[in-house]
């Protein structure tokens, strides 16, 4: 089945910086998305991106298909980023997401 | 209004007995899911059904019985609990997930924690 890896594993930011977390896969995929576990568990749809740019106040994602991967850009970092970001990818053959193992972020005030 | 509800939230149960988790979706979608998230944050896939019917089932123990009454539901019983099935259990729906070519966006419920004691 398809593989997905996710960089950095962790990252510690002081609040105000800006990051990019990497998502990679293997095969091709009809559906991509970042999530965000929160500190309370919920998961929080972030962008919707098969392909190409989407922008949503300070969170950016840019997926380029052809060459597998998708990048999430977080700028000006807030405490309240602070969390597990997660890329699930679903194949053009397959019948489910799958998710990588996610990004584990703190944000220091 | 809550897209994807599940319940309880909270389980604490002892080894050996049988619990139910509840989800229900008001998006419209014809595919719904079962995760289980383990200690290290890791999600899984346990089950999917579209429209009622069992697509995905990803050896996971047949003490796990998912049930689909309706497109809208689906309800995950686990049998003889054991300390191994501790985890976050999440519900999710999307458009499409049946291996067709296209698979919509997924919503997530809110996690039901389970702890066996």
């Known amino acids: 089945g398809i593989q997905v890896e996710q960089s950095p594993p962790d990252l510690i930011l002081q609040e105000g910086a800006n990051s990019t977390l990497r998502c990679n896969f293997s095969d091709s995929v009809n559906n991509l998305q970042w999530f965000h576990q929160n500190p309370w568990g919920q998961l929080i749809n972030l962008f919707y991106?098969?392909?190409g740019t989407k922008q949503n106040g300070r969170l950016s994602a840019t997926t380029v298909a052809t060459e597998r991967y998708s990048l999430l850009y977080i700028s000006s970092s807030q405490t309240t980023d602070s969390g597990v970001y997660f890329c699930?990818?679903?194949?053009?053959?397959?019948?489910?997401?799958?998710f990588g193992p996610g990004t584990r972020l703190s944000v220091l005030p | 209004d809550t897209a994807v509800s599940q319940t309880p939230k909270y389980l604490v149960t002892q080894m050996g007995n049988d619990k139910s988790i509840k989800c229900e979706q008001n998006?419209?979608?014809?595919?719904m899911y079962w995760y289980k998230q383990d200690s290290k944050k890791f999600l899984k896939i346990m089950f999917s059904?579209?429209?009622?019917?069992?697509?995905i089932n990803e050896t996971v123990p047949n003490r796990f019985s998912p049930k689909s009454p309706d497109k809208a539901h689906l309800n995950l019983h686990i049998n003889s609990l054991e300390l191994g099935d501790s985890a976050v259990y999440f519900c999710?729906?999307?458009?499409?997930?049946?291996?067709?070519?296209?698979?919509?966006?997924?919503?997530f419920g809110e996690g039901s924690r389970l702890t066996v004691l």
């Open positions: 999710a729906s999307s458009q499409g997930g049946n291996g067709g070519g296209y698979t919509g966006e997924l919503f």
């Open positions: 059904y579209n429209n009622k019917e069992l697509i």
């Open positions: 699930a990818v679903a194949s053009n053959y397959g019948q489910n997401f799958v």
């Open positions: 998006l419209g979608h014809d595919t």
């Open positions: 991106i098969p392909s």
